[in-house]
């Protein structure tokens, strides 16, 4: 018996010491309040844990069952953007110092390895930059560089052997060559050997935003040293898709729809509707069909339906016991459907300025459908009363409205212009865009 009890004194202080920290201080102290963490999955980040950030304080204790790996620390909103990453080993404390454009791990050799080799890498890198920015062409000083650079990626790697780190320093190997190339060589020998060090079915690299984030850089800058136009532009994004494509062959389906899914949301973003659709028609949809993942089938569906050029989604109305038809609409050029609500302040400041700015122009120009999302009719019916000019759709049950649901609306006032066939042609974010919108014309 005093043998178990012995066994479980031992037994707990082991216990203790496998529960590692994370703790930091943040600057400045009056900014940062809360965080979450979230560990990196290959398709998602797993919530963990959220808690105070106390004068500019963080300390927190991992749970003895956490998994090693990439994790991410939220600190502020949106928290798309207001976040860090950083490796836990599980066999380390974590420090950090935090300010608003910096970040740096003293303590923790895994962190300080991966942000070091980063720092060092790029700094090499820059003067490869300096060099060709400077028009110089001795191959001496040129090899002397790229001599430079793969001895700091040999440190590193020397250096990070066995650790977290290991594998995204080395899946960072860069290309190196063995004589002077010129600048358009040297891009498109960089190009060619891009993904050489890395290994898409490695799991570390998975369970990162890593993968994602080579593959994102290699589309957006992977590109030919000339002047392009917009077609030129867009066949170069759809070579180095395709190329991804058949990088990320061998991995699994649901791995391959969140890059896709994170390359398609890029292109949302930036507005390049013609890459997003292309993205979604050549790999994604079939991939989220496969996957019977409704929710994103229905969202690229309907992202292609409200793109430009398309003939705008039909909805019908009820005026004078008549059933009215968006199709159906006759009689002017264009056509603007404004999603607002009568408890939306933002949207009672933009009507009176739309309906200005359709008066000021010639008869016949405009046609304005005014769909009001709402929860009852009263409110609604005293304030469309004073645009008498306006073709007025009541859309009850606010942000489950059929119509609003099917033009993807979210916000209001949020507004289509429609040419004369009911092709949409612009999503001006209010008047002043729209007016904007046909002065450019």
Same mark, same amino acid.
């Given at each position: %018996?005093?043998?178990?009890?012995?066994?479980?004194?031992?037994?707990?202080?082991?216990?203790?010491?496998? @529960?590692?920290?994370?703790?930091?201080?943040?600057?400045?102290?009056?900014?940062?309040?809360?965080?979450?963490?979230?560990?990196l999955?290959?398709?998602?980040?797993?919530?963990?844990?959220?808690?105070?950030?106390?004068?500019?304080?963080? /300390?927190?204790?991992? $749970?003895?069952?956490?998994?090693?790996? %990439?994790?991410?620390?939220?600190?502020?909103?949106?928290?798309?953007?207001?976040?860090?990453?950083?490796?836990?080993?599980?066999?380390?404390?974590?420090?950090?110092?935090?300010?608003?454009?910096?970040?740096?791990?003293?303590?923790?050799?895994?962190?300080?390895?991966? #942000?070091?080799?980063?720092? !060092?890498?790029? #700094?090499?890198?820059? @003067?490869?930059?300096?060099?060709?920015?400077?028009?110089?062409?001795?191959?001496?000083? &040129?090899?002397a560089?790229?001599?430079?650079?793969?001895?700091? @990626?040999?440190?590193?790697?020397?250096?990070?052997?066995?650790?977290?780190?290991?594998?995204?320093?080395?899946?960072?190997?860069?290309?190196?060559?063995?004589?002077?190339?010129?600048?358009?060589?040297?891009?498109?020998?960089?190009?060619?050997?891009y993904?050489?060090?890395?290994?898409?079915?490695?799991?570390?690299?998975? /369970? !990162?935003? &890593?993968?994602?984030?080579?593959?994102?850089?290699?589309?957006? #800058?992977?590109?030919?040293?000339?002047? %392009?136009?917009?077609?030129?532009?867009? !066949?170069?994004? $759809?070579?180095?898709?395709?190329?991804?494509?058949?990088?990320?062959?061998?991995?699994?389906?649901?791995?391959? =729809?969140?890059?896709?899914?994170?390359?398609?949301?890029q292109?949302?973003?930036?507005?390049?509707?013609?890459?997003?659709?292309?993205?979604?028609?050549?790999?994604?949809?079939?991939?989220?069909?496969? @996957?019977?993942?409704?929710?994103?089938?229905?969202?690229?569906e =309907?992202? $292609?339906?409200?793109?430009?050029?398309?003939?705008?989604?039909?909805?019908?109305?009820?005026?004078?016991?008549? #059933?009215? =038809?968006?199709s159906?609409l006759?009689?002017?050029?264009?056509?603007?459907?404004?999603?607002?609500?009568?408890?939306? !302040?933002?949207?009672?400041?933009?009507?009176?300025?739309?309906?200005?700015?359709?008066?000021?122009?010639?008869? +016949?120009?405009?046609?304005?459908?005014?769909?009001?999302?709402?929860?009852?009719?009263?409110?609604?019916?005293?304030?469309?009363?004073? *645009?008498?000019? &306006?073709?007025?759709?009541?859309?009850?049950d =606010?942000?489950?409205?059929?119509?609003?649901?099917?033009?993807?609306?979210?916000?209001?006032?949020?507004?289509?212009?429609?040419?004369?066939?009911?092709?949409?042609? +612009?999503?001006? *974010?209010?008047?002043?865009?729209?007016?904007?919108?046909?002065?450019?014309?």
């Amino acid at each position: %018996m005093i043998k178990k009890i012995l066994f479980i004194f031992f037994l707990i202080p082991l216990c203790m010491q496998a @529960q590692k920290t994370v703790s930091g201080s943040f600057s400045p102290a009056e900014k940062y309040e809360w965080f979450i963490i979230y560990k990196l999955k290959t398709t998602h980040q797993k919530y963990v844990d959220n808690g105070k950030i106390v004068d500019g304080k963080l /300390n927190y204790t991992f $749970k003895p069952e956490a998994e090693k790996g %990439m994790y991410r620390l939220v600190y502020g909103l949106p928290q798309e953007s207001e976040n860090f990453d950083f490796i836990y080993s599980g066999e380390e404390d974590i420090n950090l110092v935090f300010g608003e454009n910096s970040l740096e791990f003293t303590v923790s050799k895994e962190n300080k390895l991966n #942000t070091e080799y980063f720092s !060092s890498i790029n #700094t090499v890198k820059r @003067q490869i930059n300096t060099f060709y920015q400077n028009g110089e062409t001795d191959t001496e000083t &040129f090899l002397a560089i790229f001599k430079a650079l793969n001895e700091t @990626q040999e440190i590193f790697e020397k250096e990070a052997k066995g650790t977290i780190a290991s594998h995204f320093i080395e899946a960072s190997r860069s290309y190196i060559p063995t004589t002077y190339e010129t600048p358009q060589v040297m891009v498109e020998n960089i190009k060619k050997h891009y993904f050489d060090h890395i290994d898409f079915s490695n799991p570390v690299l998975q /369970n !990162s935003d &890593f993968i994602s984030d080579k593959i994102s850089n290699y589309v957006f #800058t992977a590109l030919p040293m000339k002047e %392009m136009n917009g077609k030129e532009l867009i !066949s170069e994004y $759809k070579k180095n898709i395709a190329t991804i494509s058949k990088k990320i062959k061998s991995i699994s389906p649901e791995y391959k =729809k969140t890059l896709f899914s994170v390359l398609w949301e890029q292109m949302v973003v930036l507005e390049n509707q013609d890459i997003a659709n292309h993205i979604s028609d050549e790999y994604l949809i079939s991939l989220a069909k496969e @996957q019977n993942d409704k929710v994103l089938v229905d969202k690229l569906e =309907k992202y $292609k339906r409200l793109s430009f050029g398309h003939v705008a989604p039909e909805f019908t109305w009820v005026k004078d016991n008549k #059933t009215q =038809k968006l199709s159906e609409l006759e009689g002017a050029e264009n056509y603007i459907i404004v999603f607002w609500s009568s408890t939306c !302040s933002h949207c009672l400041q933009e009507l009176p300025k739309l309906k200005q700015f359709v008066k000021s122009q010639e008869e +016949g120009k405009f046609k304005v459908i005014a769909i009001g999302l709402e929860d009852e009719r009263a409110s609604w019916a005293n304030e469309s009363s004073f *645009y008498p000019s &306006f073709i007025h759709v009541l859309g009850l049950d =606010k942000w489950d409205n059929e119509i609003g649901n099917m033009y993807d609306v979210s916000s209001t006032p949020t507004f289509f212009v429609l040419d004369k066939d009911k092709r949409i042609i +612009g999503k001006p *974010y209010g008047v002043k865009e729209l007016k904007e919108f046909y002065t450019k014309e």
